[in-house]
């Protein structure tokens, strides 16, 4: 059972041995590194009545193109798909974060 309160915390550092492995594994430079979600998308996915927290999953969109799917997650550990499920973040790149070391 979740309770809404597990501790998903990493460090900065084994966040960015994380993502170095992940671009390392791409190669090349023609990928997407990351998505940005809004504040407020994700804040009325979690205000689903019920919603604990969120799962995301890996997709591919119809041009090939890396995505991400997230979706609200009941006590019961059941993605909530009769509710809110976003997609349509801004891709990075273009749209990315000056460089540090979880992006670069």
């Known amino acids: 059972m979740y309770t809404g309160n597990e501790n998903n ?5 084994d966040a960015a ?6 671009r390392e594994a791409q190669g ?3 990928y997407i590194k990351g998505e940005y979600f809004s504040k ?9 009545t019920d919603c604990v927290g969120i799962r995301i ?9 890396q995505r991400l799917v997230i979706v609200g997650v009941n006590a019961n550990e059941d ?5 809110l499920i976003m ?10 974060s000056a460089q ?3 992006n670069s």
């Open 87 to 96: 997609e349509h973040g801004s891709l990075c790149p273009p749209v990315c």
């Open 40 to 48: 407020s998308s994700i804040q009325a996915l979690l205000d689903q």
């Open 17 to 22: 041995m994380l993502t170095a492995n992940y």
């Open 100 to 102: 540090n070391n979880l």
């Open 57 to 65: 999953y890996y997709g591919i969109d119809n041009n090939d193109v």
């Open 79 to 83: 993605d909530m798909v009769n509710g």
């Open 28 to 30: 090349g430079t023609d």
């Open 9 to 13: 915390e990493i460090s900065y550092n």
